[in-house]
């Protein structure tokens, strides 16, 4: 079958906004969403990305924004939020899938398996660790290779964040004995390595 792979890009600089995705009828079609974010210090800015991390113990508890997310720990826990603006892509997709990118940490630490969930209630960027929302299981992930991305199936909970509410996901790991997973943010400047998710659909689809 003939496939068509495009690619979308909410990127806000000045004002960018994403073209929709162009795609003939009848054939399968794949396309990759990878927002950076809008800059926060612009009051009317809509975020098209959330995304950080949040520490058990250390840096005062709360999520940090940064051009990284980690999950892991060493006594402590290491847990990344990720809410993705999926206004305007596919109403229901036959397969999407969370892409993040690992990266060496540069010490005796080592990458660690995870829990990918659902996260089930609002929560901000002023996230705090002691009002973290509830979050429903998704799926258990091996730990991830540096340099490839990690990657979870989320279809069922992409289709229903666009027929309900989306609160994003949760990576949390399996363990905590020095074990860390680095990974770039939307943040991150590399256009390669930024968390995307890709999206399967066979047009035309509502948007």
Known sequence: SKRHVATMRLAVAGVVTGALLCALPLFPDSAWYQPIPYDVSIATGVQHIWDGWITSVYYG???????????????????????????????????????????PKGDGSTQVSAQISKVTGNWTPSLAWNVQPPATLIANLPAPTVGQWWTA??????????????????????GTANNFDLLRSSRYGD???????LLEFTPPVPT
Do not use: C, H
């Open 61 to 103: 508890k709360i999520l940090i924004r940064d051009d990284k997310l980690q999950v892991g720990g060493y006594g402590d826990e290491y847990r990344s939020y990720l809410k993705f603006e999926t206004t305007g892509l596919p109403k229901t997709v036959t397969r999407a899938v969370l892409n993040v990118m690992p990266y």
């Open 153 to 174: 199936t989320i279809t069922d909970t992409f289709n229903a964040w666009q027929s309900g509410t989306n609160y994003g996901v949760v990576i949390a790991p399996l």
């Open 191 to 197: 256009d390669a390595q930024r968390p995307a998710l």
